[in-house]
């Protein structure tokens, strides 16, 4: 009898706890605070980092600057200031740490005083690089470039901000880029002295350094010698039409520029130079035009001049790199079927071998980002996300024993009532019989006895990816723990899975991507707990255009898509094709400009389909899109109105081609969840 009563009270225990769980929503996502920019210090023992708070009633993200032991002790915060700060960097001999806060980088000691500001340049200076004698910091900032003195860029600025004309003038392309107008506006590098005092341009000229073609952060590093500074540049003369970026050093104290790679035509980034000085390693895309190559590590040899690719036979792409102090071994990220492990590649590798016995994972099972190896070689610091846990700080033995520690748990207790499911691996044939995978995620109090809704949540890109990483813009688990099951399928042109899979989007947007996709949704809906009657399916950008495109091509008859969410879609090709302010994407997508490809470009926009249009759609977009300018959501809705059929329009303003302030995106979460559940009712 007492058995059957403690059964029974661990059963009642049971279900109370499931009734108690709480449901994750859009609203405890906005309460995940942001742990990111790991950095270790030079001894190898504190590692620097960021937490960033959301300010909800502000409208804004605040970040600040931590540091902890690399075991995963003494956590203190070090600034505080009422803005944010960010952008931690040690100085070599760990004395030191550079930020920015209030849009000037300053330094202070690891305990957080003795704060000095080093620079006081009116346009701001951001991304701070020490050089390896700690003498100088070389930064970022946007100037006009026929200004010679702060002053007058300071002059420029108040002329503008005083003169009741506010019109754009410009005699060149890529005259405006993301979010902002860049008219005449120039990305300059500067080094400044860590006394302070006045800040030199390093790289004068009507230019950007780095291109927003190659802008991969901090693009620019000293010498070991700290005598010279290698930065990027595009030497093209129309910019928007060229996705090359060229290497090249300045003598910073003749300043004589020397050019490194100028000649080839495809990006070339991430300049690191080994500790030694005999090597500057570098990421590089071979083909000119196309932003979604190969990105391959390349060595140059400073002596010699001779380039060689380090990962020669590797088929994925390199996302981010270091080098071992003793400057023998390159440790690397890459995309690897929705995970980002570590790899490593020799700096001098014996290319007789096969590529398997010289590029080596190191820590693979998670989706990996800002490396950082200690001085002994023998430690890792890194951030890693999944999709049911935010990024945290970790450490990992570099020889690959041992596993992953975690420094911190930042968002552990916030997050345990929710119970966010870990994503489900999937694989099924898509166009021309390839091999397809992507993730399933089920909300949290999953019941296999119960039939759910299904959203398909499709990326953009196109050549991007579904990862198994936490994400703040579209975070799957606010969709499922609505009560949905949500899909997340890695069509063609996503990376991750060979660049071979990468290249087949481009031309054919609509076509084997769409049977990759279609294929995968009827995978899905075989399984007992799909209701294959209440399916929606929502995307931005590249996956705006597939939901535009699905809009016309709702006929598959193995099941109907009931809703529709297109965020910052492309719609009208023809239209977006010169709108868009990267030209050499259009360019490479679809061979040529409207009036170079017409077949292309007829066969596969959405809106020459726009006479099947009939289900429910849900529209948005940004106003300061520049991206996927924000008239093709207007083409959109106005297309669904005339054709009654159900829609809604939403424009932000004062967003771009993504929604990131904290009110702008709880209410775009809200709209969406309500139209979703009007026609899907899970």
């Not at 225990?13 to 449901?23: E, K, R």
């Not at 990220?333 to 700096?347: H, L, Q, W």
């Amino acid at each position: 009898m007492k058995r059957i009563l403690l059964t029974a009270f661990f059963f009642a225990l049971g279900v109370f706890s499931a009734y108690a769980q709480s449901t994750f929503t859009i609203n405890d996502l906005v309460n995940v605070k942001r742990v990111g920019d790991p950095q270790m210090s030079p001894d190898g023992k504190v590692v620097a980092f960021t937490i960033g708070v959301v300010d909800k009633a502000a409208n804004r993200t605040v970040t600040q600057i931590f540091t902890i032991g690399v075991d995963g002790t003494r956590q203190k915060q070090i600034s505080s200031n009422p803005g944010s700060s960010s952008s931690p960097r040690w100085s070599p001999d760990g004395k030191w740490l550079a930020f920015v806060t209030g849009g000037q980088i300053w330094v202070t000691k690891p305990d957080g005083t003795d704060r000095k500001q080093i620079t006081k340049i009116s346009t701001g200076a951001g991304g701070p690089i020490w050089s390896a004698d700690g003498n100088w910091i070389a930064f970022g900032s946007d100037v006009y470039p026929d200004c010679k003195t702060d002053e007058c860029n300071k002059g420029e600025d108040e002329k503008a901000d005083k003169s009741k004309v506010q019109a754009h003038v410009t005699e060149r392309l890529l005259y405006r880029h993301w979010v902002e107008w860049r008219d005449r506006k120039r990305s300059h590098v500067f080094v400044i002295s860590i006394n302070g005092g006045n800040a030199r341009d390093v790289t004068p000229g009507d230019f950007d350094s780095p291109p927003y073609a190659a802008a991969t952060g901090a693009d620019y590093a000293f010498s070991p010698d700290s005598r010279g500074l290698v930065y990027v540049r595009n030497p093209d003369k129309i910019e928007a039409i060229s996705t090359n970026s060229d290497l090249y050093f300045v003598n910073l104290t003749d300043n004589l520029v020397k050019p490194i790679t100028e000649g080839m035509k495809g990006y070339d980034v991430s300049p690191l130079f080994t500790p030694d000085g005999k090597y500057l390693l570098y990421r590089s895309q071979a083909t000119p035009g196309f932003e979604a190559d190969r990105w391959r590590i390349m060595r140059y040899n400073i002596n010699s001049g001779e380039t060689v690719e380090l990962t020669r036979g590797f088929d994925q792409q390199v996302e981010e790199m270091t080098v071992s102090a003793d400057g023998k071994t390159i440790f690397f990220t890459a995309a690897e079927r929705g995970k980002a492990p570590i790899f490593t590649v020799p700096v001098e590798p014996d290319f007789r071998l096969r590529i398997a016995t010289h590029v080596k994972k190191v820590a693979g099972g998670g989706f990996y980002s800002n490396l950082n190896i200690s001085s002994d070689g023998k430690t890792l610091v890194f951030a890693s996300s999944s999709i049911s846990t935010p990024a945290e700080i970790m450490r990992a033995n570099a020889d690959g024993s041992g596993g992953v520690t975690a420094l911190t748990t930042t968002n552990k207790a916030t997050l345990a009532p929710f119970g966010l499911q870990r994503p489900d691996e999937m694989d099924w044939k898509g166009g021309l019989n390839a091999n397809v995978h992507g993730l399933l995620l089920k909300p949290a109090n999953f019941d296999p006895a119960k039939k759910y809704p299904l959203i398909v949540l499709i990326h953009g890109g196109p050549q991007s990816a579904w990862n198994d990483s936490w994400s703040y813009r579209w975070n799957p688990q606010v969709f499922a723990n609505q009560g949905y099951v949500v899909f997340m399928p890695n069509p063609r042109g996503s990376t991750g899975y060979g660049q071979k899979f990468v290249d087949e989007i481009s031309a054919d947007w609509g076509g084997k991507a769409y049977t990759d996709i279609t294929n995968g949704v009827a995978e899905v809906i075989k399984k007992p707990f799909i209701d294959k009657s209440r399916i929606g399916a929502a995307g931005a950008s590249y996956g705006g255009y597939m939901v535009d495109w699905l809009l016309g091509h709702n006929n598959d008859p193995r099941f109907k898509f009931a809703a529709f969410v297109s965020h910052a879609g492309v719609y009208n090709l023809e239209s977006m094709a010169t709108a868009t302010e990267e030209l050499w994407f259009v360019n490479w997508e679809f061979k040529g400009f409207p009036w170079q490809n017409p077949v292309l470009y007829n066969k596969w926009s959405p809106n020459k389909f726009a006479e099947n249009f009939a289900t429910p759609t849900l529209v948005s977009c940004g106003e300061l899109d520049y991206r996927v300018p924000y008239d093709q959501s207007m083409q959109l809705y106005s297309t669904l109105q005339l054709k009654n059929v159900p829609s809604k329009l939403i424009v932000f303003p004062d967003e771009g081609h993504w929604i990131l302030k904290p009110q702008n995106s709880e209410f775009w979460y809200g709209n969406v969840l309500d139209w979703f559940k009007k026609y899907l009712k899970p």
